[in-house]
């Protein structure tokens, strides 16, 4: 089984439409990432957190939000999506003595 | 100034040449850097991460850091065209207990016959 797995795979919505993007791992990690990937424009981080009680904003967060569940499980919320939040939504964890991220597939994202 | 910074490229080497790509950053206090391969439509996978200043090398990779200078690189040696990726560059910024990673926008390397 994938360490860090992301769901949906693959989304289609509408502009407007409020959307939720899971994150997943069992690597046992404190601290997990979202990041949108845009052509030509690398990773932008959107946000981060160090545990269930620490979330912070990253370079991009306007019109986004996430909720830590639990250690294991961080989710990305677009309250009302936009066209220019079609993007590739990538999860990532980083922890312990090995500080390197790991990442999830991603999810592609269309807000039509 | 961006955090991280990295040419865009496209570079293209011939098959068997030394590829060399190249990172700067921003935050003097940085400690920790990554270059990362990535795929058309795939995620990021970790080709390297080094912490000190000098090289580092794995195979056919070799990681070069430069905390003075603020600069990091990534060569490859006999580069193939499988290489043929976005190589991107990751540092975490910030204090020890707070920092977060940051990537650069990428390199794509293009290795051809």
């Known amino acids: 089984d994938a360490d860090v797995t992301q769901t949906p795979r693959n989304r289609i919505t509408k502009t407007g439409k409020r959307i939720m993007l899971e994150c997943s791992q069992t690597?046992?990690?404190?601290?997990m990432y979202w990041y949108r990937q845009d052509p030509g424009l690398g990773l932008r981080l959107i946000y981060y957190?160090?545990?269930?009680?620490?979330?912070n904003k990253g370079e991009i967060s306007d019109g986004y939000s996430v909720s830590r569940q639990a250690q294991a499980k961080f989710s990305l919320s677009l309250e009302s999506a936009i066209p220019n939040q079609t993007a590739l939504y990538f999860c990532?964890?980083?922890?312990?003595?090995?500080?390197?991220?790991?990442f999830g597939p991603g999810t592609r994202l269309t807000v039509l | 100034q961006k955090e991280v910074e990295q040419n865009s490229g496209p570079l293209s080497v011939p098959e068997g040449a030394i590829a060399s790509l190249n990172c700067t950053y921003s935050?003097?206090?940085?400690?920790?850097f990554f270059w990362y391969r990535q795929y058309s439509g795939k995620s990021p996978e970790l080709i390297m991460s080094?912490?000190?200043?000098g090289d580092k090398e794995d195979g056919r990779f070799t990681a070069q850091l430069n905390k003075a200078s603020q600069y990091v690189s990534l060569l490859i040696r006999d580069s193939q065209p499988s290489d043929s990726a976005t190589y991107l560059c990751?540092?975490?910024?910030?204090?020890?207990?707070?920092?977060?990673?940051?990537f650069g926008t990428g390199t794509r390397l293009q290795v051809f016959p």
């Open positions: 690597k046992g990690h404190d601290r």
């Open positions: 080094i912490y000190s200043n």
């Open positions: 990751a540092v975490k910024i910030g204090p020890r207990n707070t920092d977060k990673l940051i």
């Open positions: 935050d003097r206090g940085s400690q920790s």
């Open positions: 957190s160090f545990d269930v009680k620490d979330i």
């Open positions: 990532a964890t980083s922890g312990g003595r090995d500080d390197r991220g790991f």
